[in-house]
């Protein structure tokens, strides 16, 4: 703060151009946000160019070459009915990649609107909306994922479609609750003053002003989203094979433990790696934005 | 305090009735006639309609919706959660027969996840920065982001198949053989602690942090007191009361961990059970698990915050 009180800001750049500055010092300033960064935007690069990047198809049967141990031809060898580990690892990275954007884009879009109706109206709509969330929030999100899955099917958009639902109330509450300490700043006193509808207050003013905490909330999502996403293929009422998901990769596996540990060892360190980088992004954005958030979220 | 509790209880009533409503409405949702889940699917198939008619009057399927949702309900309340479609029996006895097992499981992790969590977050706190507090946020880190399948993969292929120390998976009474019950819940019970330990560790982390940067520990360090009784006399007392949360959390991420867990080790509890009855569209066993796991998510937090209240009084004015 000093710096800017300080006789040199005659000589500084404009105030925003610090802020970016500031941002992106502390961003990636940790070794660990960074590393997290770079795996983030590696796999998101696999999962864009999946077929040029993969060496094989990855639903390619070659009974021939079934179960190979790591070679030269197969960097991390093959499974049961000789499709390639890796090219699977990679086109399973897409399906994670996807899975998450369209889950955290579904439960952001709804939790954020029913969250900002709560947050600003209050009174009966916002208590029944709050009980609403309180009760999704009640059943374990697994649960909830593999009821809905249960009903609707397996498949990318049915597992889309039940974490999408089951995790809504945790944009809701959080917009909520940020909505809540917003509406009551003196600019949207100004607002009230001059006679701006709510609507115009809620979407211009107070939704971008709560978007911090929400980008690092979505961050941190894609994390958990792609976790449960693994743990629903991995009980087989995810995604449905022979598509590539790295939870049923580990599944299939399984019989090949004591041959074969690659074939599930492979995607878990995969699922690892990704949640973790997503977790890693997700702590800096809030170091970087907003540090009063920490224990927020 | 008492308007508060007052408060909470309502809340929680409001919260139970339309989780009762909503576990109610799936399982009507479902395309097609509710009369084909109650019947086994070869007597369906034979059933003529008359049979159908006479049956869905049995089971009052030709009531009101409000109706039978309070005929349903009058049951859930006296323990009748119906019949399963598969094996025709009372699913109150196998909830009854599977919830022990989960829960014998869950609450060692939780009282694990308590006894390691909360020291290595003290550690950490009390000596930011340092290595310690490198290892100690680390492992958290790693606790949260693992998939537990996979975890429970890895630790069979190492010690069951590879090192031969410990039984591949299955599940004996602690009654019937407690040997042998140990040596198998050993590494489903670590894959059921790992998360929580990792939250409880963080949740004592931060809070400590933040408690070690109040008045009274300035006040407490400068009248003199020893770093142990700054610590754990006027830090831990406080900073614990956040922890405590962490009891809904933790019960919530093993319900969901069960599911999983459970399946790999062939764990008879009930998240095996949910799994079963997901491959068998068995809706009423499937209600009847979530019934469960959501009341006693709902009752879990309901203490919590009561006690929490207790604790920190500040809370009861928000």
Redesign the interface.
Known sequence: MAERIGISSVNEAPPHVNELRRFFRVFLGRGLVMFGLVVTLIFLVLAIFAPQIAPYDPLERNLSEALQQPNAKHLLGTDAIGRDTLSRLIHGARISMIVGVLVVSIAGGFGVILGAIAGYFGGIVGAVIM??M??LM???????A??I???LGGGLKNVVIALGFALIPGYARLMAAQVLVAKETDYVLAEHAIGASNARILIRHIVPNCFSPILVLITMMM?TTI?AE??LS????GITPPTPAW?SM?TD??NY??SN?ML??A??VA??LL??SF??VGDGLRDALDPRL??VI | MLSYIIRRLIQSVIVFFLITLLVFLVMRLLPGDPIYMIMSRAASETATEMQLDKLRHQYGLDRPMMVQYFSWLGGVFHGDLGVSILTNTDIRQSLMKRLPVTLHLGVLALIISFLLGVPMGIIAAVRRGTWIDTVVTSLANIGITIPVFWLALVLMYLFALKLQWLPVFGYTSPFTDFWENTRQIIMPVFCFAITPVAGVARQTRSSMLDVMRQDYIRTAWSKGLRERGVIFKHGLKNGLIPVMVFLGLGLSAIVGGSVLIETVFAIPGMGRLAVEAMGNSDYPVIQGVILVFAVMVLLTNLLVDLSYGWLDPRVQYR
Not at chain 1, 234 to 237: L, P, V
């Open positions: 009980r609403l309180d009760t009640t059943i374990p999100m697994m649960i909830l593999l009821a899955s249960a009903l994390g976790l693994a743990g991995f009980i087989g009422i939870g580990v596996g399984r433990l004591l540990p599930s060892i995607p878990g699922i690892m949640v973790f977790n890693m920490r224990g």
